[in-house]
């Protein structure tokens, strides 16, 4: 699963380095705004959720595993979730496996304009 991080701002060393640094590695860039979730991100989320009573814990004192609070409420999306993250990021599963570098950037292409209207982007 991918995430957008937040917008915080870059770091400044002279008028022109944001600008210069991704002239000079347009990576770091492609980095800055694309990362992979950590097990440190899903821990915040699923604390988040839970507090959000989107996820609750099955057994005795909330030690048992986490589940959605009904069949309906598994299957949102963790983009729709508005109070999750207050920058919108857009999560997603991309299987590399199975697709070539083509076959990614060609459907990114045809649903980024679907992801943006229905995320009112």
């Known amino acids: ?3 957008s991080p937040s917008d915080k701002p870059a770091a400044v060393y002279g008028k022109d380095y944001p600008l210069r640094q991704a002239v000079e590695n347009p990576l770091s860039d492609a ?3 694309i990362r992979h979730i950590t097990v440190m991100d899903v821990a915040r989320y699923a604390h988040r959720l839970k507090d959000l009573n989107i996820l609750r814990s099955l ?3 909330d030690s048992g595993p986490l589940t959605p609070t ?3 409420v598994g299957m949102w999306r963790l983009t ?3 109070t999750l993250n207050l920058y919108k990021p857009l999560y997603l599963e991309l299987n590399i496996r199975v697709l070539t570098d ?3 950037i060609e459907h990114m292409k045809l649903m980024l304009p679907e992801w943006r209207r229905t995320h009112d982007l």
Do not use: A, F
Request: without cysteine; charged residues 40%.
């Open 31 to 33: 980095k800055r705004h």
């Open 80 to 82: 729709d979730v508005d």
């Open 1 to 3: 699963m991918l995430v």
């Open 70 to 72: 009904s069949s309906s």
């Open 102 to 104: 083509d076959e990614v």
């Open 59 to 61: 057994g005795r004192n």
